[in-house]
């Protein structure tokens, strides 16, 4: 017997109406890529993306074309994603970050049709455009005025164009399981795997991310997603915000320590998140100017590990709780976050700290399991590791075009490729990716785990642990460490501060001082970049 209740396809624009129907006059503030801070709200921001679908479709563009999108956190990105969801078409993200090659590697596997592009990136479209046969228009996220002139023949200003368009346009109506964004995980091996999110899943994942335990968000809350929307969705929150009406507070273009305090302060934001490399600038030039941050409620980190001395900074510092929070492109993207349970309520100091260095749990509609090389489901008991399996409604049921099959077995489960265990109160911590992790004499050694302590030292900036081929062991950690500006931390100090924290034969068998060390797109240490650096490296006197 089927139940009696309405069919309410769950389309992302459905989201939008609400938005601007409940929370209309709610602010969305951005720093624009132009310079000054302009403000918007719900109410305007959906009339401009009927527009923008109005004139999509006056175009010629139709459901399935992916329409790319190479921009900022703004209010006119947001603009653009639900009005190219509007008309049934796919938003796909570019990382500016990537190499010229890799985009457009990217753009015509993804067969991209149009391209929403911020100014700061128009010389960079210029030199790429040619090549990608698919691309017609391209839509300079900027008015008339701020329009540079440009080689591209079919570039037009975003303000122009949409003047050309009254907004009386109906979203289209469709499955809500068609396609709405797309996004390639960054490829640190082999080539971009393509993800494409269906309305449906955004729409899930939105009531997933809003959830108590989860982003924990409502109407009441200034939220700033410093986490760009190109890297995997901004965390849900251009989804999530606009469904409970929170404040939006876009930061654009800069994402330096002054310009991301500056917002924090002026917007009163309650809640942000973003990759533990913007906290590490932000926590500077809090020390360096003695600044405080009373608006803000709680931060949620993730992308990397969150290291323990970053924690404790924001906490006992600054008042500000930290989310330390786990997910993948492939998952839309969040997988655990580390709020409190019950069960562990009465954690203070290092105890708290401890906890909060795992990942922490699911919210309803993550699946999460941990199993041996078999696909043995291994025990919750906080310290048996294995590969970290996860399925649910926003979590990919493949890559598009068929790439990565062997990561998706025929019971729905996605092999993360991260190695972690679960406690048994269902706390998830990475060790590890698989790809990462330290072979010593048969036993396995977690970088992350060594890299989180490494960075407890005072004179320590940033640290990355990669394994050395050992004649002995098969292979032993080696600290690569970045010193803080005016720090000088030796091999023996850093070497003698790490230990008792962790086993002895964890201990890194050498330390080297370098000026920085190299970051993935996303923002993470790029481990195959450093190994290949250190390629000739023997420790002494092997
Ligand atoms: P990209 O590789 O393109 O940055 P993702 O952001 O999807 O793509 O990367 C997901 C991976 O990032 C995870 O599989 C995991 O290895 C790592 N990761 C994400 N959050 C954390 C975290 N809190 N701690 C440790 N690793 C994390």
Redesign the pocket.
């Known amino acids: 017997m089927l139940g009696l209740m309405q069919e309410w396809p769950l389309l992302c624009h459905k989201i939008l109406d609400y938005a601007a129907a409940q929370h209309g006059t709610r602010e969305i503030v951005t720093r624009s890529v132009e310079g000054p801070i302009t403000r918007t709200n719900y109410r305007s921001v959906r009339a401009c993306a009927l527009k923008v679908a109005q004139q999509l479709d006056r175009d010629g563009y139709r459901e399935g074309d992916r329409i790319a999108t190479l921009a900022w956190n703004t209010a006119r990105h947001l603009e653009a994603w639900y009005g190219i969801m509007g008309i049934g078409a796919v938003y796909h993200t570019l ?1 500016p970050r990537l190499f010229p090659e890799q985009l457009v590697w990217i753009m015509n596997h993804a067969e991209d049709k149009a391209l929403f592009v911020d100014l700061t990136f128009l010389p960079l479209v210029e030199k790429l455009a040619g090549e990608v046969a698919s691309l017609g228009k391209v839509i300079v996220l900027t008015d008339g005025a701020a329009m540079p002139e440009t080689s591209l023949k079919n570039a037009v200003a975003y303000e122009e164009w949409l003047t050309g368009a009254d907004g009386d346009f109906r979203w289209r109506n469709l499955d809500e399981n068609a396609a709405a964004g797309m996004c ?5 091996t082999g080539d971009p795997k393509g993800v494409l999110y269906s309305h449906r899943s955004n729409v899930l994942h939105a009531f997933i991310a809003a959830q108590p335990d989860a982003l924990n968000l409502g109407s009441n809350e200034s939220i700033m997603p410093v986490v760009p929307m190109f ?2 969705n901004a965390w849900g929150i251009a989804h999530t915000a606009p469904m409970v009406g929170a404040k939006i507070v876009m930061p654009g273009a800069r994402m330096d320590g002054e310009a991301i305090y500056e917002l924090l302060d002026s917007e009163k934001v309650s809640m942000t998140a973003a990759v533990p490399t913007v906290w590490l600038m932000l926590l500077q030039y809090l020390e360096e100017t003695g600044k405080k941050l009373p608006h803000l409620n709680r931060v949620v ?6 290291p323990r001395i970053m924690t404790q900074k924001f906490q006992d510092n600054y008042g500000v709780d930290v989310i ?8 839309s ?1 969040l ?1 655990t976050l580390g709020s409190i349970k019950p069960a562990y309520a009465q954690l203070t100091g290092d105890g708290k700290l401890d906890l909060q260095e795992k ?1 922490g749990f699911p919210p309803f509609g993550v699946e999460m399991k941990v199993t041996d090389d078999e696909g043995n489901e291994q025990p919750w008991d906080g310290k048996t590791f294995g590969k970290l399996k996860v399925r649910g409604p926003a979590v990919a049921s493949a890559y598009y075009a068929g790439a990565g099959a062997e990561q998706f077995d025929e019971e729905g489960w996605f092999d ?3 190695v972690s265990h679960i406690d048994k109160f269902g706390y998830m911590q ?1 060790t590890d ?1 698989a790809k990462d992790v330290i072979k010593s004499g048969g036993e396995w050694i977690s970088s ?1 785990d060594l890299e989180n302590i490494a960075v407890g030292h005072p004179d320590v900036a940033e640290a990355a642990v990669i394994g050395i081929s050992h004649p002995k062991w098969d292979e032993r950690p080696l600290l690569v460490v970045v010193p803080k500006a005016g720090g000088k931390p030796d091999r023996a100090g850093i070497l003698d501060y790490m230990k008792g924290k962790i086993a002895k034969w964890w201990i890194p068998d050498d330390v080297v001082f370098v000026d920085e060390i190299p970051h ?5 240490i790029q481990k195959i970049t450093l190994r290949q650096q250190f390629s000739g490296y023997r420790f002494p006197g092997t």
């Not at 330390?324 to 998952?331: K, P, V």
């Open positions: 990382n390639y995980t960054s490829g640190t890297h995997a980190i993730g992308g990397s590990a969150c330390h929070a786990w997910g993948m492109t492939e998952m993207p997988g990942q993360t490729g991260d990475i990716r992350i993935t797109a996303t923002g993470k």
